[in-house]
Protein backbone atom coordinates (compact mmCIF):
# COMPACT_ATOMS: atom_id res chain seq x y z
CA UNK A 1 0.00 0.00 0.00
CA UNK A 2 1.32 3.28 -0.71
CA UNK A 3 -0.79 5.70 0.35
CA UNK A 4 0.53 8.43 2.13
CA UNK A 5 -1.53 9.33 5.29
CA UNK A 6 -2.97 13.17 4.99
CA UNK A 7 -1.68 15.57 7.13
CA UNK A 8 -4.64 16.76 9.93
CA UNK A 9 -4.74 18.94 12.48
CA UNK A 10 -8.13 19.00 14.16
CA UNK A 11 -9.14 16.29 16.35
CA UNK A 12 -10.93 13.13 14.03
CA UNK A 13 -13.66 13.27 16.43
CA UNK A 14 -14.82 15.51 19.67
CA UNK A 15 -17.90 14.23 21.46
CA UNK A 16 -19.40 16.63 23.96
CA UNK A 17 -21.83 15.54 26.27
CA UNK A 18 -23.78 12.95 24.63
CA UNK A 19 -27.15 11.46 25.34
CA UNK A 20 -29.41 9.49 23.93
CA UNK A 21 -32.73 8.41 26.20
CA UNK A 22 -35.05 6.39 24.59
CA UNK A 23 -39.21 5.65 26.19
CA UNK A 24 -38.62 2.34 28.23
CA UNK A 25 -41.94 -0.05 29.00
CA UNK A 26 -44.94 0.82 27.74
CA UNK A 27 -45.96 3.57 24.94
CA UNK A 28 -47.91 5.66 27.94
CA UNK A 29 -45.62 4.78 30.79
CA UNK A 30 -43.49 7.92 30.25
CA UNK A 31 -40.06 6.41 32.11
CA UNK A 32 -37.14 6.59 29.78
CA UNK A 33 -33.59 4.99 29.65
CA UNK A 34 -30.40 6.89 29.13
CA UNK A 35 -29.01 4.33 26.31
CA UNK A 36 -25.55 7.27 26.32
CA UNK A 37 -25.98 9.44 29.37
CA UNK A 38 -23.41 12.75 28.91
CA UNK A 39 -20.10 10.83 27.15
CA UNK A 40 -17.57 13.53 26.30
CA UNK A 41 -14.38 12.15 24.20
CA UNK A 42 -12.05 13.23 21.79
CA UNK A 43 -9.84 11.59 19.59
CA UNK A 44 -7.23 14.01 18.82
CA UNK A 45 -5.63 14.04 15.07
CA UNK A 46 -2.91 11.22 15.55
CA UNK A 47 -4.12 8.46 13.73
CA UNK A 48 -5.59 5.99 16.44
CA UNK A 49 -7.35 2.94 17.66
CA UNK A 50 -9.78 3.94 19.73
CA UNK A 51 -11.63 1.16 21.77
CA UNK A 52 -14.65 1.68 23.32
CA UNK A 53 -15.50 -1.45 25.94
CA UNK A 54 -18.56 -2.23 28.06
CA UNK A 55 -20.67 -5.40 28.87
CA UNK A 56 -23.86 -5.81 26.71
CA UNK A 57 -26.19 -3.20 27.24
CA UNK A 58 -23.50 -0.72 28.10
CA UNK A 59 -24.45 1.48 25.48
CA UNK A 60 -21.48 1.35 23.38
CA UNK A 61 -23.74 0.57 20.05
CA UNK A 62 -25.41 3.29 20.84
CA UNK A 63 -23.02 5.42 21.09
CA UNK A 64 -21.58 3.99 17.93
CA UNK A 65 -24.73 5.02 15.89
CA UNK A 66 -24.73 8.40 16.70
CA UNK A 67 -21.02 8.38 15.64
CA UNK A 68 -22.36 6.49 12.34
CA UNK A 69 -25.25 8.84 11.69
CA UNK A 70 -27.49 6.11 12.56
CA UNK A 71 -29.68 7.60 15.66
CA UNK A 72 -30.07 11.47 16.62
CA UNK A 73 -28.61 12.12 19.80
CA UNK A 74 -31.12 13.22 22.20
CA UNK A 75 -29.07 16.15 23.20
CA UNK A 76 -24.89 16.69 22.84
CA UNK A 77 -22.61 17.31 19.87
CA UNK A 78 -20.08 15.27 17.70
CA UNK A 79 -17.89 17.30 15.35
CA UNK A 80 -15.50 15.79 13.05
CA UNK A 81 -12.21 17.15 12.27
CA UNK A 82 -13.74 19.95 13.71
CA UNK A 83 -17.33 20.52 11.91
CA UNK A 84 -20.78 19.02 13.16
CA UNK A 85 -21.66 16.14 12.28
CA UNK A 86 -25.25 16.88 14.31
CA UNK A 87 -27.18 19.96 14.88
CA UNK A 88 -28.36 22.51 12.06
CA UNK A 89 -25.39 24.55 12.23
CA UNK A 90 -24.80 25.51 8.08
CA UNK A 91 -20.96 24.19 8.44
CA UNK A 92 -22.44 20.63 9.33
CA UNK A 93 -21.23 17.86 7.36
CA UNK A 94 -23.39 16.69 4.42
CA UNK A 95 -23.98 13.22 3.72
CA UNK A 96 -22.26 12.81 0.96
CA UNK A 97 -19.17 14.05 2.93
CA UNK A 98 -20.22 11.81 5.46
CA UNK A 99 -19.90 8.80 3.95
CA UNK A 100 -16.61 9.62 2.26
CA UNK A 101 -14.99 10.52 5.76
CA UNK A 102 -16.69 7.75 8.06
CA UNK A 103 -17.11 4.11 6.83
CA UNK A 104 -18.68 1.45 9.52
CA UNK A 105 -17.78 -2.12 9.61
CA UNK A 106 -20.75 -4.49 11.41
CA UNK A 107 -20.69 -7.50 13.35
CA UNK A 108 -22.34 -9.72 10.20
CA UNK A 109 -20.28 -9.32 7.15
CA UNK A 110 -23.17 -11.43 5.63
CA UNK A 111 -25.10 -8.61 6.39
CA UNK A 112 -22.31 -5.84 4.71
CA UNK A 113 -23.30 -6.66 0.83
CA UNK A 114 -26.36 -7.57 -1.31
CA UNK A 115 -26.46 -10.95 -1.70
CA UNK A 116 -27.60 -10.31 -5.72
CA UNK A 117 -24.66 -8.94 -6.52
CA UNK A 118 -21.42 -10.31 -7.53
CA UNK A 119 -18.99 -8.80 -5.62
CA UNK A 120 -16.50 -6.91 -7.41
CA UNK A 121 -19.91 -4.94 -9.06
CA UNK A 122 -20.82 -4.20 -5.77
CA UNK A 123 -17.51 -2.78 -4.52
CA UNK A 124 -17.36 -0.74 -7.93
CA UNK A 125 -20.55 0.80 -7.15
CA UNK A 126 -19.07 1.68 -3.91
CA UNK A 127 -16.11 3.68 -5.75
CA UNK A 128 -18.46 4.92 -8.26
CA UNK A 129 -20.88 6.38 -5.87
CA UNK A 130 -18.82 7.57 -3.26
CA UNK A 131 -16.61 9.52 -6.82
CA UNK A 132 -13.42 7.00 -5.68
CA UNK A 133 -13.11 5.86 -9.23
CA UNK A 134 -10.94 7.77 -12.09
CA UNK A 135 -12.47 8.46 -15.08
CA UNK A 136 -10.27 6.56 -17.23
CA UNK A 137 -10.33 3.16 -15.06
CA UNK A 138 -13.88 2.73 -13.66
CA UNK A 139 -12.92 1.80 -9.98
CA UNK A 140 -11.22 -1.51 -10.77
CA UNK A 141 -8.14 0.41 -9.20
CA UNK A 142 -9.57 1.88 -5.88
CA UNK A 143 -11.23 -1.44 -5.57
CA UNK A 144 -7.93 -3.76 -5.90
CA UNK A 145 -5.90 -1.05 -4.24
CA UNK A 146 -8.51 -1.24 -0.98
CA UNK A 147 -8.55 -5.30 -1.19
CA UNK A 148 -4.74 -5.83 -1.50
CA UNK A 149 -4.86 -3.68 1.71
CA UNK A 150 -6.68 -6.66 3.18
CA UNK A 151 -4.88 -9.44 1.58
CA UNK A 152 -6.90 -9.89 -1.53
CA UNK A 153 -7.25 -9.09 -4.91
CA UNK A 154 -10.18 -8.36 -7.70
CA UNK A 155 -9.36 -11.67 -9.00
CA UNK A 156 -10.45 -13.32 -6.09
CA UNK A 157 -13.40 -11.72 -5.87
CA UNK A 158 -14.29 -11.48 -9.45
CA UNK A 159 -17.90 -12.53 -10.10
CA UNK A 160 -18.43 -14.21 -6.77
CA UNK A 161 -21.45 -13.93 -4.64
CA UNK A 162 -21.25 -13.84 -0.51
CA UNK A 163 -21.99 -17.29 -0.16
CA UNK A 164 -18.70 -18.30 -1.74
CA UNK A 165 -16.74 -16.71 0.87
CA UNK A 166 -16.17 -17.28 4.98
CA UNK A 167 -17.29 -15.11 7.14
CA UNK A 168 -13.20 -14.19 8.05
CA UNK A 169 -12.97 -13.17 4.42
CA UNK A 170 -15.92 -11.69 4.21
CA UNK A 171 -15.24 -9.35 7.16
CA UNK A 172 -11.96 -8.65 5.40
CA UNK A 173 -13.66 -7.56 2.20
CA UNK A 174 -15.71 -5.38 4.31
CA UNK A 175 -12.73 -3.79 5.69
CA UNK A 176 -11.62 -3.19 2.64
CA UNK A 177 -14.99 -2.06 1.51
CA UNK A 178 -14.69 0.77 4.14
CA UNK A 179 -11.33 1.52 2.99
CA UNK A 180 -12.51 2.79 -0.71
CA UNK A 181 -12.95 6.57 0.15
CA UNK A 182 -9.70 6.87 2.03
CA UNK A 183 -11.86 7.66 5.15
CA UNK A 184 -10.70 9.50 8.49
CA UNK A 185 -12.63 7.10 10.46
CA UNK A 186 -13.87 3.92 10.62
CA UNK A 187 -16.34 2.67 13.31
CA UNK A 188 -15.54 -1.06 13.72
CA UNK A 189 -18.97 -2.26 15.87
CA UNK A 190 -17.92 -5.73 17.23
CA UNK A 191 -15.84 -6.87 14.20
CA UNK A 192 -15.09 -10.00 15.14
CA UNK A 193 -17.15 -11.11 17.45
CA UNK A 194 -18.58 -13.41 14.65
CA UNK A 195 -15.59 -14.71 12.91
CA UNK A 196 -13.75 -18.03 13.67
CA UNK A 197 -11.63 -17.54 16.49
CA UNK A 198 -8.36 -19.01 14.52
CA UNK A 199 -9.25 -15.37 12.36
CA UNK A 200 -9.51 -13.21 14.74
CA UNK A 201 -6.31 -11.94 15.80
CA UNK A 202 -5.50 -11.67 11.81
CA UNK A 203 -8.09 -9.38 11.06
CA UNK A 204 -6.99 -7.39 14.65
CA UNK A 205 -3.90 -6.92 12.95
CA UNK A 206 -5.30 -5.41 9.96
CA UNK A 207 -6.40 -3.37 11.84
CA UNK A 208 -3.31 -2.20 12.93
CA UNK A 209 -1.24 -2.17 9.76
CA UNK A 210 -4.46 -0.47 8.16
CA UNK A 211 -4.13 2.47 10.80
CA UNK A 212 -0.10 2.64 10.13
CA UNK A 213 0.16 2.50 6.36
CA UNK A 214 -3.42 5.10 5.70
CA UNK A 215 -3.53 7.28 8.85
CA UNK A 216 -6.79 6.20 9.25
CA UNK A 217 -8.23 5.93 12.50
CA UNK A 218 -10.83 3.80 13.95
CA UNK A 219 -13.14 3.66 16.92
CA UNK A 220 -13.21 0.11 18.13
CA UNK A 221 -16.83 -0.92 20.04
CA UNK A 222 -16.38 -4.12 21.72
CA UNK A 223 -16.92 -6.08 25.08
CA UNK A 224 -13.57 -7.84 24.53
CA UNK A 225 -10.85 -6.05 26.75
CA UNK A 226 -8.45 -8.25 25.60
CA UNK A 227 -8.48 -7.57 22.19
CA UNK A 228 -8.95 -3.90 23.16
CA UNK A 229 -5.75 -4.20 25.10
CA UNK A 230 -3.57 -5.48 22.54
CA UNK A 231 -4.98 -3.23 19.81
CA UNK A 232 -5.70 0.43 21.14
CA UNK A 233 -3.75 3.48 21.70
CA UNK A 234 -6.64 4.77 24.23
CA UNK A 235 -9.47 2.90 25.48
CA UNK A 236 -12.69 4.05 27.50
CA UNK A 237 -15.19 1.68 29.68
CA UNK A 238 -18.60 2.57 29.66
CA UNK A 239 -21.23 1.22 32.09
CA UNK A 240 -25.02 1.96 31.37
CA UNK A 241 -24.38 4.82 29.30
CA UNK A 242 -21.54 6.37 30.64
CA UNK A 243 -17.46 6.75 30.60
CA UNK A 244 -16.15 4.89 34.19
CA UNK A 245 -12.48 5.22 32.79
CA UNK A 246 -10.14 6.61 30.38
CA UNK A 247 -6.82 6.16 29.32
CA UNK A 248 -3.99 4.08 27.90
CA UNK A 249 -4.91 0.61 27.82
CA UNK A 250 -1.68 -0.11 29.65
CA UNK A 251 -2.88 2.24 32.43
CA UNK A 252 -6.38 1.06 32.59
CA UNK A 253 -5.63 -2.50 33.16
CA UNK A 254 -2.08 -1.84 35.78
CA UNK A 255 -4.91 0.34 37.82
CA UNK A 256 -8.47 0.28 37.48
CA UNK A 257 -10.06 3.36 38.64
CA UNK A 258 -13.46 1.81 38.91
CA UNK A 259 -14.57 -1.57 40.36
CA UNK A 260 -16.36 -2.33 37.13
CA UNK A 261 -13.24 -2.17 35.05
CA UNK A 262 -12.15 -4.78 37.49
CA UNK A 263 -15.42 -6.56 37.12
CA UNK A 264 -14.77 -6.56 33.42
CA UNK A 265 -11.52 -7.69 33.64
CA UNK A 266 -12.16 -10.49 35.65
CA UNK A 267 -15.57 -11.40 33.78
CA UNK A 268 -13.80 -12.10 30.29
CA UNK A 269 -14.05 -16.08 30.48
CA UNK A 270 -10.75 -16.69 28.63
CA UNK A 271 -8.66 -13.88 29.08
CA UNK A 272 -6.09 -16.45 30.87
CA UNK A 273 -6.13 -18.16 27.67
CA UNK A 274 -5.99 -15.40 24.99
CA UNK A 275 -3.47 -12.89 26.69
CA UNK A 276 -0.46 -15.33 26.17
CA UNK A 277 -1.93 -16.00 21.99
CA UNK A 278 -1.30 -12.39 22.17
CA UNK A 279 1.92 -12.17 23.81
CA UNK A 280 3.06 -14.80 21.62
CA UNK A 281 1.87 -12.83 18.33
CA UNK A 282 3.74 -9.96 19.66
CA UNK A 283 6.69 -11.97 20.12
CA UNK A 284 6.37 -13.31 16.69
CA UNK A 285 5.91 -9.87 15.02
CA UNK A 286 9.40 -8.68 16.60
CA UNK A 287 10.80 -11.34 16.57
CA UNK A 288 11.61 -12.29 20.21
CA UNK A 289 10.89 -15.41 22.29
CA UNK A 290 7.29 -14.84 23.97
CA UNK A 291 7.90 -13.44 27.31
CA UNK A 292 5.77 -15.46 30.40
CA UNK A 293 2.73 -12.39 31.06
CA UNK A 294 2.93 -10.33 33.90
CA UNK A 295 -0.27 -9.99 35.11
CA UNK A 296 -1.47 -6.61 36.83
CA UNK A 297 -4.67 -7.80 37.83
N1 LIG B 1 -34.05 1.32 20.01
C1 LIG B 1 -34.05 1.18 21.35
N2 LIG B 1 -35.17 1.35 22.09
C2 LIG B 1 -35.17 1.22 23.42
N3 LIG B 1 -34.07 0.92 24.15
C3 LIG B 1 -32.92 0.73 23.49
C4 LIG B 1 -32.84 0.85 22.06
N4 LIG B 1 -31.54 0.60 21.69
C5 LIG B 1 -30.87 0.34 22.82
N5 LIG B 1 -31.67 0.43 23.90
C6 LIG B 1 -31.29 0.22 25.30
O1 LIG B 1 -30.19 1.08 25.57
C7 LIG B 1 -29.23 0.41 26.39
C8 LIG B 1 -27.88 0.39 25.70
O2 LIG B 1 -27.98 -0.45 24.55
P1 LIG B 1 -26.78 -0.67 23.52
O3 LIG B 1 -27.23 -1.62 22.47
O4 LIG B 1 -26.26 0.65 23.09
O5 LIG B 1 -25.68 -1.34 24.46
P2 LIG B 1 -24.42 -2.22 24.06
O6 LIG B 1 -23.40 -1.97 25.11
O7 LIG B 1 -24.03 -1.96 22.68
O8 LIG B 1 -24.98 -3.69 24.19
P3 LIG B 1 -24.83 -4.92 23.14
O9 LIG B 1 -23.38 -5.27 23.17
O10 LIG B 1 -25.71 -5.97 23.72
O11 LIG B 1 -25.31 -4.39 21.82
C9 LIG B 1 -29.79 -0.97 26.68
O12 LIG B 1 -30.46 -0.92 27.92
C10 LIG B 1 -30.78 -1.20 25.55
O13 LIG B 1 -31.83 -2.05 25.95
Redesign the pocket.
Known sequence: MTRTPAPHDKPVLEINALRKL???GSLFSGKQ?A?VDGVSLTLDAKPQVFSIV??????????ARMILRLVEPTSGSIRLGGRPLTGKDSDRINDFEFRRLVQPIFQNPFEAFSAYLPLDSYLINTAKNLKVAEKTTDGADVVETALRSVGLSFDRVRGKYIRQFSGGELQRISIARALIPSPRLIVAD?PVSMVDASLRMNIINLFKMIKEETGVSFVYIT?DLSTAYYLSDSVVI?NR?RVVDAGAPQEILADPREAYTRELMGAIPRLGERWPEIEKIKAEASGREAEPLRARA
Do not use: Q
Open positions: YRAIAGESGSGKTTLEHMG
